[in-house]
Structures are given as structure tokens and as C-alpha cells.
């Protein structure tokens, strides 16, 4: 089975500071993303990556940036912590480029900014 | 840029009972797909449709898709407690690589 690590269950940071949030998968996945979560507005796409050093902005990109250094390793990055992005915040991975494979999710940040 | 829209936003039922949840989507498919989510958890994938084909089964799961209509529905058959959750669609447009979710259904399922 597919496992998706995320590093933290909880995490509160306050206003201002520089947030980590590190995504691991085991099976080689060439796809990796990352969203939010939020009541009534579902699930929204941060970023994407297809492979090691390539990002593609998703559908709500401000404020965040990510590094994949490792194929393995997806992180996001808050730049400057701000209350609105309290937040989970959810990893996930697929096979391959396409959409055309499930992805699987880990199970998630929450992440708490005061 | 929300795709999918599920309905009932939450649904409660007594075990045994069948639960049924729609998706309608607005821009023609790839594929759809049905996922689950526990309380505090992450999402876990049930079902892929492709658009070429109109119904799928697993286990207690059925999904039908009418792309004439543009829209799903998810049958879970003889319900049980721990089928509670909440449970997204997702949809993958033509042309791009994103899956857009829906907000979901929350569903209870109570002994």
C-alpha cells in the first residue's frame, strides 16, 4: 500500500513566521500536491509537482511556495505565516502525470496560525 | 474554480439502509472520482470512472455517470456505522492534470 507521510498532525506557529510542512510517499510517485482544506469550500490545490525541481502553481498559490528536492519529498512552504492560513492542509501523490491515477492522501496538517 | 457539486450536503440513515449521494460538475471529464474521508483524516479513494463508462461497482459501492446530464451518483448498499464519513467527488476536466473537488457529503450512518 501507498503510504503518504506528513510530519506534523498538529502544528500551531504564530503570525509571521516561516512554516514547514513536509510530505513524504514511499512508492516512487512522480505526482505530488498539495491543498487545503477548509469548511464549505472543499478541497483547493496550492501546488503540484510532476518530478524533482518542478512546481506548478495550483489555484491558490499566494503566500506559499514549495521545494521538491528528492522525489520522495514534497514540502510547502509558508513564506509569512498569516491567520488566514489556518488551516489543513492535506499531501497527496499519484503514479503518474495525467490524472488518469488515484492519488493518495496523507492524513493531513492542521495547522493552527495565532 | 469548483467543479463538482455534491447533494445532499449531509445525509443520515439507520445501518442497513442504502445511502445515496449525487455530483454534478459544469465542463466535460476525463474521469470522476469518488473519494472518503474519516473525521480527521485524509482521503482515501474509493472509485474511478472514466468517462466512456457509465457504471462501476466495489464491494458495497456502485457509481453511476450520465455525462449527458454532466452528473454522478455514489449507491452505498446496506449501510454500516463505520461508513461514516464525509465523501467527495472529484473531476478531471479535459485538458488539464488537476482533479477539482467537490465540497462533499457528510454522511452518518447511525446503529
Known amino acids: 500500500d501507498v503510504k503518504v507521510t506528513q510530519s506534523s498532525r498538529y502544528l500551531v506557529k504564530r503570525t509571521g513566521e516561516k512554516v514547514f510542512l513536509e510530505c513524504v510517499q514511499d512508492?516512487?510517485?512522480?505526482?505530488m500536491f498539495w491543498y487545503r482544506q477548509d469548511p464549505g469550500l472543499g478541497l483547493r490545490l496550492i501546488y503540484f509537482?510532476?518530478?524533482?525541481?518542478?512546481?506548478e502553481k495550483g489555484d491558490i498559490p499566494e503566500g506559499y511556495s514549495v521545494s521538491r528536492e528528492k522525489k520522495e519529498r514534497f514540502s510547502l512552504i509558508l513564506e509569512s505565516a498569516s491567520t488566514n492560513q489556518t488551516s489543513m492542509y492535506l499531501c497527496?501523490?499519484?503514479?503518474?502525470?495525467?490524472?488518469?491515477?488515484?492519488?493518495?492522501f496523507g492524513d493531513g496538517t492542521r495547522l493552527s496560525i495565532l | 474554480s469548483q467543479q463538482g457539486e455534491e447533494d445532499p450536503q449531509a445525509l443520515s440513515i439507520q445501518e442497513g439502509e442504502n445511502a445515496t449521494m449525487n455530483c454534478s460538475y459544469k465542463?466535460?471529464?476525463?474521469?470522476l472520482q469518488w473519494y472518503r474521508q474519516n473525521s480527521g483524516r485524509g482521503l482515501v479513494h474509493l472509485i474511478l470512472?472514466?468517462?466512456?463508462?457509465r457504471e462501476k461497482h466495489s464491494g458495497r459501492l456502485r457509481v453511476t455517470l450520465d455525462t449527458s446530464k454532466k452528473s454522478s451518483s455514489l449507491l452505498i448498499t446496506a449501510s454500516r456505522a463505520a461508513d461514516t464519513a464525509s465523501y467527495f467527488c472529484?473531476?478531471?476536466?479535459?485538458?488539464?492534470?488537476?482533479?477539482?473537488f467537490g465540497t462533499g457529503t457528510r454522511l452518518q450512518v447511525f446503529p
Open positions: 497527496a501523490s499519484s503514479l503518474n502525470r495525467g490524472g488518469r491515477q488515484p492519488q493518495h
Open positions: 512508492m516512487d510517485h512522480e505526482n
Open positions: 470512472i472514466r468517462s466512456n463508462e
Open positions: 465542463t466535460s471529464i476525463n474521469n
Open positions: 472529484a473531476t478531471l476536466p479535459y485538458n488539464t492534470d488537476k482533479l477539482i
Open positions: 509537482s510532476y518530478d524533482v525541481k518542478m512546481k
